[in-house]
């Protein structure tokens, strides 16, 4: 074969379908690739035929123009496959497999991943720990909305679904295994969700709908979305939420009529760097998630972030805030004793036993998000309907497996 499909980020607010090489099992130039890691060869790779390739928050972030990614990236690191061509260290992963690719990639030999940290692998990126596909700054390991895509380290990374018709019938719930459900679950474990507990969740986007989701899994007693979407807030009350709009100003208020005390026992910021004030007509600004948090979660609780926060923000609202420095009050939280996670989720920390409770029907991840299948000719509409807002998971279908 030698064609290949894709989609790129061109300039702030397009993206176009292009023509880009077949994979190989070696790393070439390209946009965003690292220069370190041209040449590189990955005998422990395969070639996947996508079966489905969503659109995330966290692409949204770049083609707003919002990070340093170059003209010319292809884009796409929640990515599930068929395996069409395995390298020849592959000792595990067959062609035909039907596989779940977390989008942190990792070596599975370095320090950090033996400890399952995967989101931080030591080995897969020149720049710094952690790498995903498709992604600026990231390594260059070349985006998976496309119709085929790499995988390195195959045999570790892969998530084999047990049976292929299954797999198949549940395709809609198990594209979210690559990134949005095992982050939401992250979100919500690290911000100490248990049996019982109220939870607050900034942000009803996609992940902070997963994050919801979770939530329940993991039996909170009460789940509060937050959000200035009301379309998005509808979705969150369609699978058993209870919702704040913060148009309406400081949620602790809201939160005080649902609950009768302006305090949950968790909190998750969804949204990241990108957040809004609250109230109407509110603007940028980008700390207010996290000091809400602060003022919102109890004392000696938890905050869990598996909202995006960068190093580099050309679009920010102030000099510092392009760095990645924000006005926190972080004398809120260690007053409070409040404990924080940050970063990458480790997708294969959580992604087998998602998968199980996907395919034993404890969750139902893709209604609860609104998934909804379109075509990599329409990624350039799903891109501008998901930025004004839409309710919705964009689940691409680059070789027709969705609508067989």
Not at 245 to 261: C, K, M, R, Y
Not at 340 to 354: D, E, I, S
Request: proline share 5%.
């Amino acid at each position: 074969m030698s064609g290949n499909k894709a989609v790129a980020y061109k300039a702030p607010g397009i993206v176009e379908i292009i023509d880009t090489p077949y994979p190989t099992f070696e790393l070439r130039e390209g946009p965003g690739v690292n220069p370190i890691n041209v040449g590189r060869k990955v005998p422990h790779g395969v070639i996947l035929r996508t079966v489905s390739t969503n659109i995330c928050g966290s692409d949204q972030h770049m083609v707003r123009g919002r990070t340093t990614a170059p003209a010319g990236l292809v884009l796409g690191h929640e990515i599930t496959g068929e395996v069409i061509e395995t390298g020849p260290d592959v000792e595990f992963i067959k062609v035909g497999d039907i596989v779940s690719v977390p989008f942190n990639i990792s070596c599975g030999r370095c320090r950090n991943c033996k400890e399952g940290k995967t989101g931080i692998c030591l080995n897969v990126n020149p720049d710094r720990p952690g790498s995903a596909y498709g992604y600026v700054d990231m390594g260059g390991w070349v985006g998976g909305q496309a119709e085929y895509v790499l995988v390195p380290y195959a045999d570790w990374n892969l998530l084999r679904f047990p049976d292929r018709d299954q797999a198949l019938e549940k395709i809609m719930d198990l594209t979210m295994l690559s990134d949005i459900l095992p982050t939401g679950f992250h979100g919500a474990v690290t911000a100490g969700v248990g049996v019982g507990s109220t939870v607050y969740v900034a942000g009803a986007g996609p992940v902070g709908l997963a994050a919801a989701a979770s939530a329940q899994l993991l039996g909170a007693a009460v789940v509060i979305v937050g959000d200035l979407n009301e379309d998005r807030l509808a979705q969150a009350r369609s699978f058993g939420c209870e919702t704040v709009n913060v148009a309406n100003g400081d949620p602790a208020d809201q939160i005080e009529q649902l609950l009768g005390v302006r305090e949950v026992d968790a909190g998750i910021d969804a949204v990241g760097f990108e957040a809004r004030g609250h109230g109407h007509g509110a603007q940028e600004a980008p700390a207010t998630v996290l000091n809400s948090l602060m003022d919102i979660t109890a004392a000696g609780g938890s905050v869990g972030i598996p909202g995006l926060y960068v190093t580099g923000d050309p679009g920010a609202a102030d000099d510092a805030a392009k760095k990645g420095s924000l006005s926190l009050s972080l004398g809120t939280g260690w007053a409070k004793s409040l404990s924080f996670a940050t970063g990458q989720c480790p997708v294969m920390k959580y992604n087998r036993q998602l998968m199980m409770a996907i395919l034993h029907d404890r969750i139902h991840i893709a209604k609860a998000v609104n998934a909804k299948s379109i075509s990599l000719d329409e990624a350039p509409q799903g891109y501008a309907e998901f930025d004004a807002g839409a309710a919705t998971k964009y689940v691409l279908d680059p070789n027709g497996y969705l609508s067989n």
